[in-house]
């Protein structure tokens, strides 16, 4: 099943390196990761994405996280109502005469055009995963010269829905 | 002519001294000083190491304001040393080596310490700040190399951070579970002068370890169900590991065990943990143990484990574990809870803690009397067992000759193979902290230098090691510092000319093809230990045995014996890897 945890770090030299050694060494599969800095000074956020087996195992892989010593916080936002977010930069072969047909069939997508040249055009999409896999299979037959995913970042929404018990009817 | 140049000598000696002291006392401090400052600061008395390029400041330091410093002929021996050391003394080991191969030669002990939790304070000395990452002569990265099988590791970067970072280095090594902590010191850190205001108030500083916070006292409602699960347990089982013995909680246990009359089995590490003769101690179980032990979990419905990690060795095929238990297990770390075995009643403690709170409580007991006469039963029925040889000594017979000469009273450290496997059956321990062997690594070449570590922490004490002749080859070059340092340890070498357990398996799962498991050309052990120094002894027949064994084993001086012994003789029980602990082979019906 696929995860996605965040693990808030001190931000320590050599910390994305426990971090992702542990997960290899552990064989967990990243499918993606992102770093960056926080709100506050020398902590960071590394957002995975992973593949785990079963409950179990996702269990070991938080705990294994939550042991190293630079690691403050280790949350899996699965569950959670989220905010997952990516950026891709995608290179196509855009002739002239089919320039005009590309941007109106990618336009629901909002992507942004970021460079032109004579045959080439680079378009900057951003938002989950799964629009951005669309938004290339849209744009993969027209020829795809270059493409580059940032991985997912991700937040989670201030107000959480309350969890009520759900009548058994509708289970 | 010869004393002219003494006497010239002596005088260049006598003034280079003097100079260095008046030098010592006027020059600002380095690094290095503050290195062995902070090494004080911690009640540091011993350390093993080996100098080198990158540590020459660290080492003229040391010179200056000295703490005993143990010079091994290799840097394993000396993580090895203090591993024994760590183990014995149940306090941080500490190792100093140089950069690049003095800090890769440590990596086989500081993989060794991590998976048995032992804490290691390791030093390394690294190229200079300026060329790491130019493939500088004797470079190694060794914070990458070490990421994965220490605690925690550091490379420090400001001369001034030295006392922080020694202080929070001790402080992980030694709490929470326990284990290898590396510091890479950078020469040109150990050899900068250093400001005195900031680094005391990194000194002072108070620990602050935000992402570090071991839980050590247990939580009171897993408290109350655990007890509520014993009470209504019928054949209740302890098993005892080395959390156990990190946590100084074998007063606890016993009281424990014997207050509501439970049986208690030991894995490997976990010997010590209740006195090997104790009426309740049904022995070891795992791959190697007692029939009877191995079978108490498999009957048991309800299992108490304290500190110990569910390994494969222990546990065989993990689905066909205890099949009829219900799991307590109590662990310092979260992340062994459930990793190998379903747990039902969690409790992340330290065990003296947890056992503590067990003991507060007074509770309705199970009533054991039938289950424990079982096990008796079964323990009567399948001991350990051997078939005498008319014309060898068998390998378990030298260990209870051992045994019984030091009335189980030895300190015993003990190499990898059968021979390890034996010591644990037929060597019962009388006391905690006296068994020291490399379980979860099974590190051949441990023993000896263990053993070295092991007799400087108790001077006092009989320190026995058991090596196999292959596995004392691979770390031998430590002779030398018995004779060095006048440690009177006894190594007694269990020689059946082969790698006895490789053999054992290729003889039982590969037809017999002893594909290079034999070692027919062996150094004549007793020249060599005398070319070192060492007072060498040889056993040959049983006839002589005992009287050669009680005149080196009662010895003041170092010994090295050679125990000529059965080449194929087998060690059993035996639970065949992945098979459940209801497949165990070779137990003998009395």
């Known amino acids: 099943m696929k995860r996605v945890i965040t693990v808030t770090v001190l931000n320590q030299s050599g910390v994305l390196n426990r971090v992702t050694g542990l997960l290899m060494k552990r064989q967990f599969n990243i499918e993606s990761i992102t770093v960056g800095h926080t709100e506050q000074l020398n902590i960071s956020k590394m957002t995975f994405v992973v593949h785990v087996a079963d409950e179990t195992k996702l269990e070991q892989l938080i705990k294994q996280l939550s042991k190293q010593i630079d690691v403050l916080k280790v949350n899996d936002i699965t569950e959670k109502s989220i905010v997952l977010r990516e950026l891709a930069l995608i290179k196509v072969v855009s002739p002239a005469n089919l320039r005009h047909e590309m941007n109106s069939i990618v336009d629901p997508f909002r992507p942004q055009i970021i460079d032109t040249s004579k045959n080439f055009v680079t378009y900057q999409v951003v938002g989950d995963p799964d629009k951005i896999d669309a938004f290339i299979e849209l744009i993969r037959p027209y020829g795809i010269k270059e493409l580059t995913r940032t991985g997912v970042t991700a937040s989670v929404r201030e107000t959480q829905p309350v969890e009520t018990p759900q009548l058994s009817i509708l289970k | 002519m010869a004393a002219n140049v003494s006497t010239t000598n002596e005088k260049t000696d006598t003034i280079t001294t003097s100079q260095l002291q008046t030098e010592v006392n006027n020059k600002p401090r380095n690094g290095a000083d503050i290195l062995i400052q902070a090494l004080h600061d911690q009640n540091v008395d011993i350390v093993f190491g080996y100098p080198g390029g990158a540590v020459l400041h660290v080492y003229d330091a040391l010179y200056r304001n000295p703490i005993r410093h143990i010079l091994t002929r290799h840097e394993q021996g000396a993580i090895h040393a203090a591993e024994g050391y760590a183990r014995v003394l149940n306090k941080p080991g500490v190792v100093i080596a140089t950069s690049g191969p003095g800090a890769t030669n440590l990596v086989t002990g500081i993989a060794d310490a991590m998976i048995d939790s032992i804490p290691l304070v390791v030093f390394t000395g690294q190229v200079a700040t300026n060329v790491i990452g130019s493939d500088a002569f004797q470079e190694a990265d060794i914070m990458g190399i070490t990421t994965p099988i220490t605690k925690h590791?550091?490379?420090?970067?400001?001369?001034?951070?030295?006392?922080?970072?020694?202080?929070?280095?001790?402080?992980?090594?030694?709490?929470?579970?326990?284990?290898?902590?590396?510091?890479?010191?950078?020469?040109?850190?150990?050899?900068?002068?250093?400001?005195?205001?900031?680094?005391?108030?990194?000194?002072?500083?108070?620990?602050?370890?935000?992402?570090?916070?071991?839980?050590?006292?247990?939580?009171?409602?897993?408290?109350?169900?655990?007890?509520?699960?014993?009470?209504?347990?019928?054949?209740?089982?302890?098993?005892?590991?080395?959390?156990?013995?990190?946590?100084?909680?074998?007063?606890?246990?016993?009281?424990?065990?014997?207050?509501?009359?439970?049986?208690?089995?030991?894995?490997?590490?976990?010997?010590?943990?209740?006195?090997?003769?104790?009426?309740?101690?049904?022995?070891?179980?795992?791959?190697?143990?007692?029939?009877?032990?191995?079978?108490?979990?498999?009957?048991?419905?309800?299992?108490?484990?304290?500190?110990?990690?569910?390994?494969?060795?222990?546990?065989?095929?993990?689905?066909?574990?205890?099949?009829?238990?219900?799991?307590?297990?109590?662990?310092?770390?979260?992340?062994?809870?459930?990793?190998?075995?379903?747990?039902?009643?969690?409790?992340?403690?330290?065990?003296?803690?947890?056992?503590?709170?067990?003991?507060?409580?007074?509770?309705?007991?199970?009533?054991?009397?039938?289950?424990?006469?079982?096990?008796?039963?079964?323990?009567?029925?399948?001991?350990?067992?051997?078939?005498?040889?008319?014309?060898?000594?068998?390998?378990?017979?030298?260990?209870?000759?051992?045994?019984?000469?030091?009335?189980?009273?030895?300190?015993?450290?003990?190499?990898?193979?059968?021979?390890?496997?034996?010591?644990?059956?037929?060597?019962?321990?009388?006391?905690?902290?006296?068994?020291?062997?490399?379980?979860?690594?099974?590190?051949?070449?441990?023993?000896?230098?263990?053993?070295?570590?092991?007799?400087?922490?108790?001077?006092?004490?009989?320190?026995?090691?058991?090596?196999?002749?292959?596995?004392?080859?691979?770390?031998?070059?430590?002779?030398?510092?018995?004779?060095?340092?006048?440690?009177?340890?006894?190594?007694?070498?269990?020689?059946?000319?082969?790698?006895?357990?490789?053999?054992?398996?290729?003889?039982?799962?590969?037809?017999?093809?002893?594909?290079?498991?034999?070692?027919?050309?062996?150094?004549?052990?007793?020249?060599?230990?005398?070319?070192?120094?060492?007072?060498?002894?040889?056993?040959?027949?049983?006839?002589?045995?005992?009287?050669?064994?009680?005149?080196?084993?009662?010895?003041?001086?170092?010994?090295?014996?050679?125990?000529?012994?059965?080449?194929?003789?087998?060690?059993?029980?035996?639970?065949?890897?992945?098979?459940?602990?209801?497949?165990?082979?070779?137990?003998?019906?009395?």
């Open chain 2, 153 to 590: 590791n550091y490379q420090v970067q400001d001369v001034n951070d030295i006392p922080r970072i020694v202080k929070e280095a001790f402080h992980i090594a030694n709490s929470g579970r326990k284990g290898p902590v590396l510091i890479d010191f950078p020469k040109n850190i150990s050899a900068s002068v250093f400001d005195e205001a900031l680094a005391e108030a990194s000194r002072e500083e108070e620990l602050y370890l935000p992402g570090y916070q071991p839980n050590t006292k247990p939580n009171f409602l897993q408290i109350q169900k655990a007890i509520q699960a014993i009470g209504e347990s019928k054949q209740p089982l302890i098993l005892a590991g080395a959390g156990v013995l990190f946590a100084d909680a074998r007063e606890e246990l016993t009281e424990f065990a014997q207050k509501y009359k439970l049986p208690v089995i030991n894995t490997l590490l976990g010997l010590g943990s209740i006195h090997g003769q104790h009426e309740l101690n049904f022995g070891m179980a795992g791959m190697h143990g007692a029939a009877v032990a191995n079978d108490a979990i498999q009957k048991a419905d309800l299992l108490i484990n304290i500190g110990a990690r569910f390994d494969d060795r222990l546990t065989g095929d993990t689905k066909l574990f205890a099949p009829n238990a219900a799991i307590i297990h109590i662990d310092i770390d979260p992340a062994e809870i459930g990793k190998n075995i379903p747990t039902d009643i969690p409790i992340v403690a330290d065990a003296k803690e947890a056992l503590k709170a067990l003991l507060q409580k007074d509770f309705q007991g199970p009533d054991t009397k039938e289950w424990l006469t079982y096990l008796n039963d079964k323990q009567d029925d399948t001991p350990y067992w051997y078939v005498e040889d008319e014309k060898e000594i068998l390998p378990q017979q030298i260990i209870e000759m051992v045994h019984s000469i030091t009335n189980g009273d030895a300190v015993v450290t003990t190499d990898v193979g059968q021979h390890q496997m034996w010591a644990a059956q037929y060597y019962k321990l009388n006391h905690d902290h006296q068994w020291v062997t490399s379980g979860g690594l099974g590190t051949m070449g441990f023993g000896f230098p263990a053993a070295i570590g092991a007799q400087f922490a108790k001077p006092d004490k009989k320190v026995i090691t058991f090596c196999g002749d292959a596995g004392f080859q691979m770390t031998l070059q430590e002779l030398a510092l018995l004779n060095e340092y006048n440690l009177p340890v006894k190594v007694v070498i269990v020689n059946n000319g082969a790698l006895g357990m490789v053999r054992q398996w290729q003889e039982l799962f590969y037809d017999g093809r002893y594909s290079q498991s034999l070692m027919p050309v062996q150094p004549d052990f007793v020249k060599l230990a005398e070319a070192y120094g060492v007072k060498g002894y040889r056993i040959n027949t049983m006839d002589e045995a005992q009287s050669i064994l009680e005149e080196a084993l009662n010895s003041d001086e170092p010994v090295v014996i050679d125990a000529r012994v059965k080449q194929l003789e087998n060690v059993y029980p035996m639970v065949p890897a992945g098979k459940s602990l209801d497949d165990i082979v070779g137990v003998k019906k009395f």
